[in-house]
């Protein structure tokens, strides 16, 4: 199955976004079709049934002006310059603004004059010319509704305003056009706003990239770049791809990927002839296109092709989340599948109320009238699509992509944590801490033991042994280890000098020997593990050699970032690790962690976030890197990977990515998603009390159609403006 996200040019109300679905996912080959109000449009499609171009023509005949495509394989970008249909904004994107605008003052002039008797074909003179204006708009969007067979709310509107005219109130026939067409301007600015949030990220990459070849500089697209290419990046310029740094040291402002505050220094790395995945690289040598260079010059060696950058893939994601529907916005549709049909029975009842009780037609499709206008769902409609626009904006601005509506929901509901170990809540770079040997071995033969059979394996505590020891031990030449042999959860053995080694912790050892590891080992193994070091046990041929330890520290925000956990509320906050019971508990002790889980296998992972989402009743976060941890982040109610920028593994599996390898921003999103959840839950409050008080009120005829439209649209508004507060959320 194919995905293609198509960005269109105009925003969409959440009516008209709904029918453009129901009419996409008719054609041959297209299982889904999900739209955003923002105007991004994502479809799964079948290749053997239809052809892209075909989608892209089904679309345009629809009148939608495309400004991209891209399909989520290549991220090829695609501008439309085609011709589409007639539009009626001859003044740019605020056109019917400034309709609305034109429509009010001759409303209110009309409205003036209807004071004085001698003026009266003047004031309903005035008031059809702002009829004319107010209805242009809605008359367009009636009209291609009506001839795809469909009675949407800008037709009801249309044809209540029509029929207050037939009964000669003229003034509100124009007052409803005016406020209708200004309520739905006004709606548009908003969503722009938070579009232009999101679309800003696609403006951080420079167009251009100054190449080196020869020694001497090219300027060429960003389009051009291939890996391995090497760029110049001046001082105080945006850097154009994703890379490592090879010359020059400079501050980088990576706020717009990563969401950190203050820039962060790069140096060249000593290793970047054998850089290949930028994942890899360490933070101070790696930087990503769309961030700000210093005050120094750099030279980076490009690891990444423009389509395929963090940035790209950041923007790619967040308008993909754009389209993803919240569990409110799912139930919120489905009420209004039955309610407006509803409604539509009830209102053609009424025009024929005068039959059964003693009043004239006039009376009858008056009250219907008004009571169509009271019951319309405009506010329901748009009250979860804007909150949840407007939270992923202020998350992508922070350096957190949300993907879609259920996570950002369901976020706010977690009462448990749970978080990996190793690079999540420790720095993931251990360091050599202990070499103890035992018998007549000597030191640096435990460590010659030690340093040949890790050098075989990447496991990263591997990678702090062979560095920690050839530092001790010099230069001194080591025989090489052959035949390696990872054994899941326990070590790994090898042959070396024409003997077999094993190093691993205690469970290797009892199933080798069948019987308990010698209590001197396992008691010096006890104190250090109490120390919250990793120990391994050596053993070569028929002996033990010695233990060996490592230790990975804390990262430095843990401790502040599991305080302020607890201070917003979350009750649980469990450490899963392979590490040895002892380990996880000296780390969790030093850092403030509830429920420390250790000696897991893969499998155990999952295991205990089953039995946490059976436990806690508002749900599971699981937090990791998104690789190793996919199964378990996969089985949680959310997922959130650490260190995402760089890593499409990371990008692609979890729910919430901190784009940052920064703990510290997993308090701000779960706030924000409290928050979007408040604001969510009022908007559907003002929505829906707004229809059970009006619904009434001009059923009994106790307002008329003038109040009814300032209430309705005045509605309407509310939940827009309240939902755009997300923008500016701050913890």
């Not at 009250?383 to 993907?403: C, D, W, Y």
Request: glycine letters at 8%.
């Amino acid at each position: 199955m194919n995905k293609l996200q198509v960005e269109i040019k105009e925003n969409l109300h959440t009516r008209k976004a709904r029918r453009i679905e129901q009419i996409l996912s008719k054609k041959p080959g297209i299982s889904s079709v999900s739209i955003s109000a923002s105007g991004v449009m994502l479809l799964e499609w079948d290749s053997s049934q239809t052809a892209q171009a075909d989608i892209i023509n089904s679309i345009k005949k629809l009148g939608l002006k495309i400004l991209h495509v891209k399909n989520a394989k290549e991220h090829s970008h695609h501008d439309d310059h085609s011709h589409s249909h007639p539009s009626l904004n001859l003044f740019g994107d605020y056109t019917e603004l400034y309709y609305a605008i034109v429509s009010g003052v001759f409303w209110i002039s009309g409205v003036v004059f209807s004071f004085t008797s001698a003026y009266g074909n003047i004031a309903t003179t005035l008031f059809i010319i702002g009829a004319i204006f107010g209805g242009i708009f809605t008359f367009s969007s009636a009209g291609k509704d009506l001839l795809r067979g469909k009675f949407e709310i800008d037709f009801l509107m249309l044809f209540a305003a029509i029929g207050a005219a037939f009964l000669g109130h003229w003034g509100e026939s124009a007052l409803l056009l005016f406020l209708f067409s200004l309520g739905h301007a006004l709606e548009e600015y908003a969503m722009k706003r938070a579009r232009k949030s999101i679309s800003a990220l696609s403006d951080l990459a420079p167009p251009t990239a100054l190449v080196k070849q020869n020694g001497d500089l090219k300027e060429v697209h960003i389009e051009e770049l291939k890996v391995g290419d090497i760029i110049v990046v001046r001082p105080n310029s945006k850097i154009a791809a994703d890379g490592v740094v090879i010359s020059g040291t400079s501050p980088v402002n990576q706020a717009a990927i990563t969401g950190e505050s203050m820039p962060v220094s790069k140096h060249p790395s000593s290793n970047w002839q054998n850089e290949l995945d930028i994942k890899q690289v360490l933070p101070e040598h790696r930087v990503f296109a769309g961030t700000i260079n210093g005050n120094g010059a750099l030279e980076i060696k490009v690891l990444k092709e423009a389509k395929d950058s963090t940035l790209s893939r950041l923007i790619y994601l967040v308008k993909e989340a754009e389209t993803q529907k919240s569990p409110t916005q799912h139930l919120t549709d489905k009420f209004e599948k039955y309610y407006v049909p509803a409604v539509l029975v009830v209102i053609v009842l009424l025009l024929f109320a005068f039959v059964v009780i003693d009043e004239t037609f006039e009376q009858s499709f008056y009250r219907a009238m008004s009571v169509l206008i009271a019951a319309s769902p405009c506010a329901l409609a748009i009250s979860t699509p804007s909150a949840v626009l407007a939270g992923i904006a202020r998350a992508a601005r922070q350096g957190v992509l949300i993907k879609g509506g259920r996570p950002l929901e369901d976020l706010g509901g977690i009462s448990a944590i749970a978080f990996d170990k190793t690079g999540t809540l420790t720095e993931g770079r251990p360091t050599l801490t202990n070499a103890i040997p035992f018998g007549t071995n000597s030191k640096e033969h435990l460590l010659e033991v030690a340093v040949a059979v890790e050098a075989l394996s990447d496991h990263p505590l591997a990678a702090a042994i062979v560095a920690g020891g050839r530092k001790e031990l010099g230069d001194i030449e080591i025989p090489e280890a052959e035949n390696l042999k990872a054994l899941i959860a326990r070590g790994i053995q090898a042959d070396w000098n024409g003997s077999l080694v094993h190093i691993g912790n205690r469970r290797l050892f009892e199933e080798l020997t069948g019987a308990p590891v010698p209590d001197k080992i396992d008691k010096q193994m006890s104190e250090l593990e109490s120390g919250g070091h990793t120990a391994m046990i050596v053993h070569q041929g028929d002996e033990y050699v010695g233990i060996i330890s490592a230790m990975d520290v804390a990262r430095p925000e843990a401790i502040s970032t599991l305080a302020a956990l607890k201070k917003i509320g979350i009750k649980r906050m469990v450490m899963l690790t392979g590490d040895n019971q002892l380990v996880a508990n000296a780390i969790a002790k030093s850092i403030g962690i509830t429920d420390p889980m250790g000696s897991l296998l893969p499998e155990d992972k999952v295991t205990a976030i089953e039995k946490l989402k059976e436990e806690e009743s508002g749900g599971v976060a699981m937090v990791g890197d998104g690789v190793n941890d996919a199964p378990a982040m996969a089985k949680s109610t959310v997922g959130v990977a650490m260190g995402a920028a760089g890593s499409d593994v990371a990008l692609e599996t979890a729910d919430i990515a901190l784009m940052a390898d920064r703990l510290d921003k997993l308090p701000f999103a779960i706030g924000l998603s409290r928050k979007a959840k408040l604001i969510i839950k009022q908007n559907l409050i003002i929505s829906l009390g707004m229809v059970a008080t009006l619904v009434p009120l001009t059923l009994m005829s106790t307002i008329a159609i003038g109040p009814a439209v300032v209430f309705h649209e005045g509605s309407t508004l509310v939940v827009v403006l309240n939902a755009l507060r997300l923008l500016k959320y701050k913890m």
